[in-house]
């Protein structure tokens, strides 16, 4: 095996090995001011993407105050779970949007 | 005692949006009756924006002008697939005129009193116009794509009246 040979299979490995630890992207997308799924279940270093596929702005505002994103027309914010716990959240520019992420420890 | 009666009925009918009573609309008076009732809620904005000085009045117009522009952007592209010309109408110009007076009174007031009357009348504006769509508007639209943009426009306009709902208990 050739040095630059090994140097490959060990960024492969770790490649894989990083990602079987990696913790999980969950995806909800925003869609005529409906967050799809309304209510994910998630674990505390997963990382949660909101896809505003609207040509409006949104938010996705937790009632608790722990965290508020703001998800711009036709973008992707994301956000990694820090702390278990349900949260109900909101878009702040249209408070008829609402949907809960579920946190496990 | 008649007279008082008949002016409290006026004002009743300028409340609920006596500007919507009329017959059945065509697909390009009804966008031009929706693309109107956007572009007065962005001249409402830019008089906010220009006169007060409170936060969440001020983040609440910005909202107005950003997602009305936007609304009215995908509208404008919509007739223009479609080969509909927009078509005035009565109801659009009692709107006009509705929004001209509300301008005019709101422009004699100052500070946490305009800021209270701008967000009544956002509040009772998005209700009348949001009754107009359920009820009006989207059930006489024959084209899908304009009822369907009309619907969406819907439910962010619901979004709109709550959260100026919102922007006036902290007004209280």
Known sequence: MTPRRTHLTILLLSGLLSASAHAANIQITIDKLVYAPAEVSAKVGDTVEWINKDVIAHTATARNGDWDLMVGPSKTARLVLKKAGAVDYFCKFHPNMKARVTVAP | ?172
């Open chain 2, 1 to 172: 005692m008649f007279a008082k009666l008949m002016t409290a009925v006026a004002a009743l009918c300028l409340l609920t949006g006596s500007a919507f009573a009329q017959a059945k609309l065509t697909d390009p008076q009804i966008a031009h009756i929706a693309y109107t009732a956007g572009q007065l809620d962005i001249e409402a904005a830019k008089q906010a924006l220009a006169k007060s000085k409170n936060k969440d009045v001020r983040a609440f117009a910005e909202d107005m002008e950003r997602d009305h522009s936007a609304v009215n952007k995908q509208a404008l592209a919509l007739v223009k697939k479609l080969k509909v010309t927009p078509e005035d109408n009565a109801t659009s110009q009692a709107l006009t005129k509705q929004a001209a007076a509300e301008r005019a009174k709101l422009a004699k007031l100052k500070g946490a009193a305009f800021d209270k009357a701008y967000v009544d009348n956002e509040v009772a504006y998005h209700k009348t116009v949001n009754g107009a769509l359920e009820t009006q508007l989207i059930p006489s639209a024959n084209n899908d794509e304009l009822k369907s943009l009309l619907q969406t426009g819907l439910k962010i306009f619901q979004g709109h009246e709550q959260h100026a709902e919102m922007v006036d208990a902290k007004l209280k």
